[in-house]
Structures are given as C-alpha cells and as structure tokens.
C-alpha cells in the first residue's frame, strides 16, 4: 500500500471530514479504528496518524484509547480536540472539565512559531467544539496557540513531531483551516501530493476483478448519482457480468421510470432489468408514520425484491455479490465505533445486514468517498452531466418525503409539486448551483382561498440547501421571484394543495431530509 496519512477514528462525526480535507490536498488518507496497532499501520505504510476528535472525555474510564505504540513509531502526529487531550493525557499531562466550555467560534491566538502555523497570521477565527482542556502539559511540549478560555488550544512537541489542537481545522468554519491541515502534511509529514481520482479509479478496477473473479454481481440502479456512479466503475472493471435491477417502488419523482429506462437503455451497455414493485411497496406501508419504521420497511422489501431477482437470473450466471452505492455521509450517519459509539442520526437502507440476509457478499467501491468526489469520479468515467450533477435523492425515495403516512394521493401531490421546483430551478440556473432542492408533503390542511371558494388543502415545503459534503449545510438564498413563481405555480398547478412554505433551517441542528 502507498505511503498514507491514517486517520485514527474516536468517533468524531468529523472523521470523515479530516480524511476528505487531506484528500482535497491530494494526499492519500484512510480512516482506521483507534484499536489499529501501531505494527499494523507500520506495515500498510503510514507516514503520519491524525487522531480524530470524539464524543468521550478522556477522563471517563471506557473512553477510548489508541495503542500506545503509536506515539513509539517515530512518525508525525496530530491530535484533533479530543486527540489533543488524549495526547496529552497518555503522554503525562493533564486534563480537566473546562469551566468555560467552548462550542462555536472563537479567536486562537498564535503565541510562539510553529510549522503548523508557518504562513498564517497571529490570529485565526477557528470552530470549537469541546467540554474539556488541557491543565498541565506532558515533557518535551510547549504551548503555541490558546483561545479566550484554553491557555494551550495548540501545542506541540517539535523534536517529536507531535501536535495538538483543541479546534477542528477540518471544517469550513475554521479560518484558514486547509492551511493548517497543508502544514502539517507537507511540512512536517513531508508527503507529497500525488493522489487523484485516475489513481482512485486504477486501483478500484484492480480490486473489483481481484474480488469479483469470474462471478457475477447485481446492483439496485436508482438512476442517482451514487448508484450510477457504482454501476460505470464495476462495469468498467467486469463488463457484462454486471446486472443491475431498477426497482419501481412507488416512491419515485415523475416520470422517472421512464427516464431511467431510457438513459441506461439507450446510451450506455448496461444491463438493466426493471421490477414493478409499487403495489407491494405501498402495501407494507400502508399507516406507517413513524420515519425509521418507513426506512426499515423500505429496506425490508427491497431485500425481498433482490432476493427474488437473484433467483431469476441463476439461470444466467453465478450471482454472489450484491453492489450498493455506499458512501461515507451513510457510513457516518449509521455506524457507531465499537465502544465508543457515536450519536445515531438516522439508518439507511443500504448500510447494515442486508447481505446476510440476502445470501450475497457485498461490494461498496464508493464507501470512502464524499459526493464531490463521485461526482468527479463519474465525470472521469464519461457519464453525462445530468448523471454526474443530478442531485442527491434518498434511497427511500418519496417515502420519507411524506410527512406521515404514504397515500397515493400525497404522493401524487408531491410528484406534481417537485416536478415543478425542478423545472423552475432549471429554468433560473439554480438547480446546479445547490447541493438539493425538493418538496416536502405535509401532514396538515390549512384553508385558502381560490377565486371566491373557501379551500381546506394540504401544505407543501421547499426545502433549497447549499452544501460541500453533506455534513453540514445551509438554506440556500434563493432569489425571492423565482420563489414566488415556484409557490404560484405549484398553488395554481398542483390539485389538492394550497399553500406553500420554505424550510429556513440549517444543518446542524436540522438534518437535510425531514426524515
């Protein structure tokens, strides 16, 4: 394996974050659980480990703790937050529960020269996110950097190599965080920039034939971007021993069957079968409100309709893996760390048991990339552009766009509804421009007027966002007339809806789905 940064993984829900950040560098990183050994990230070629934050206090007795061989193997480390106060804590300092807790913003003051901080100016807006703080530094450390309540936010031991920061450079509200993160793996790393997506694509085509061998996979196309993305890369590594199903649930936008069948059809060498599943879908829905019982059905029958599928085409070739288009947002947001686990946002239908129950080996070729990176991987594959930039759309599709129980009739509203906010994001050059744009059904009627009837219809939300990674996200400021025609046009246009609401809310504390 190439040489790499590792990313050690305390349960920080910006894990992924680091691991994605140094990437942007073009610098290879992986992400490794904090019980890796230090022989173990000596052989796969580690040339620097970052410790990641998390949500345990180092002072809690099942906190999490790496081996402590890592700081013996005489390569750079950095301790994010809770790296840091773990750093510092084995190493022989200490650390307390902070009178003054930091959340949000802050101001780091640079005290003393630093590597880290070669370039930069004395102070920094950063994003903090922590209970705790440093109080005694071990031997051989020197503070750098403090805050308005932590005397040592940044501190180091240069003859070591070892770093520390109480903010999270990482992400986007750091000042001049990129900068930082470009110090310590250039200047005291010392690695060089030479990953890229076309080295990303050779070795997963490499590994998919080493994997798959002679045997046949099958994949659930939706005709997003994650699942396309999957189907062009395995295609490209096995060709025709590639199957992908397409699964009409009920649940899809307008028309988009339709324009599945034909792109995938037409233009590209795909093998894709199609299954009418809408009535069994809706069926096992049928009352269902509560969001994760509607995920967890979903995803049920979808382990149903595959089981089935896999059985109709035995007759044709050895099936043995299952592909999803698995990707670290769904990673992040469903799996906890052994012992250290993280907060549980919400499930996904394609991440977790389902090969077990399906009889098939899983292949997820997209699991350690963000959206912004299998959008370029898809450019890099030749997949047309409303492919590769269409935006994200839940596995679950429409089901958990439906506030409450799903109806055909709110279905049908919200189709009708979303359909137009994507033609009038289209039409004002928007639709590219956001990371999601799309309706959200209501569970409530509110009275209206419409020439001079009195009406009692339901509700629909525009939910617009802006994003890089879909770990954070804001409301998009969409211009207010493209607004007013997207509302006319869905009041006038849509039966069985009269009014019109925009979701202002950011991402935290909201998520980017209302379900």
């Not at 659980?33 to 990641?52: D, F, H, N, P, Q």
């Not at 200047?187 to 694509?201: H, L, P, R, V």
């Amino acid at each position: 394996m190439p040489a790499h940064i590792a990313v050690l993984d305390f349960g920080s829900q910006y894990t992924q974050v680091i691991a994605r950040r140094i990437r942007e560098a073009k610098v290879l990183s992986r992400i490794y659980s904090y019980k890796t050994t230090a022989a173990e990230m000596r052989a796969a070629g580690v040339c620097g480990i970052i410790l990641s934050g998390g949500p345990s206090s180092v002072l809690a007795e099942a906190s999490p703790r790496p081996d402590a061989a890592v700081f013996e193997m005489g390569i750079p480390i950095l301790g994010i937050c809770y790296g840091e106060q773990l750093m510092a804590h084995m190493l022989g300092g200490q650390v307390a529960h902070s009178k003054e807790r930091e959340y949000g913003h802050g101001t780091l003051s640079i005290n003393q020269k630093s590597r880290l901080f070669e370039g930069l100016p004395d102070t920094l807006r950063v994003w903090n996110s922590h209970g705790d703080r440093i109080e005694q530094l071990p031997d051989g450390f020197a503070a750098v950097a403090s805050t308005e309540n932590s005397p040592y936010a940044t501190i180091e031991d240069a003859s070591r190599n070892f770093y520390g920061m109480q903010f999270h450079p990482e992400v986007a509200h750091s000042e001049m965080g990129m900068e930082v993160m470009a110090n310590f793996l250039f200047k005291i790393c010392g690695i060089s920039a030479d990953w890229s997506m076309a080295n990303y694509i050779e070795q997963s085509v490499q590994q998919i034939r080493e994997m798959v061998g002679d045997e046949h996979v099958i994949l659930g196309l939706s005709g997003g971007v994650d699942s396309s993305v999957a189907a062009a890369l395995i295609h490209k590594a096995i060709g025709r021993q590639l199957t992908c199903v397409f699964v009409d649930n009920g649940l899809l936008r307008l028309h988009e069957r339709e324009q599945v069948e034909k792109l995938y059809g037409d233009h590209f060498d795909l093998d894709v079968r199609v299954a009418d599943e809408r009535k069994r879908f809706l069926e096992r829905l049928d009352g269902i409100s509560d969001p994760e019982q509607k995920r967890k059905i979903i995803g049920n029958t979808f382990v149903e309709v595959f089981d089935e599928a896999v059985q109709d085409l035995k007759a044709h070739g050895n099936y043995t893996y299952l592909a999803q288009g698995t990707l670290y947002p769904d990673v992040i947001e469903s799996v906890a760390i052994d012992g250290n686990p993280a907060a549980l946002i919400k499930s996904h239908h394609n991440v977790g048991g389902l090969p077990e129950k399906m009889n098939l080996k899983l292949l997820e070729p997209l699991r350690e990339l963000f959206k912004d990176e299998v959008r370029e991987l898809g450019s890099q594959l030749g997949l047309p552009r409303e492919v590769v930039w269409r935006q994200p759309f839940p596995g679950p599709g429409l089901g958990v766009r439906v506030m409450g129980p799903v109806r055909e009739a709110s279905l049908t509203v919200l189709r009708e509804a979303d359909a137009i906010l994507h033609e009038e994001m289209m039409a004002a050059d928007l639709y590219y421009k956001v990371w999601q744009s799309f309706c959200v059904f209501l569970p409530v009627k509110t009275v209206g007027v419409m020439g001079d009837e009195r009406t009692y219809e339901n509700v629909v939300a525009l939910r617009i966002v802006e994003s890089v990674d879909a770990m954070t996200a804001d409301w998009a400021r969409v211009p207010y007339d493209v607004l007013r025609t997207i509302s006319n046009r869905i009041i006038n246009e849509v039966t069985g809806c009269n009014r019109v609401v925009l979701d202002i809310s950011s991402k935290p504390p909201g998520t980017i789905e209302w379900e």
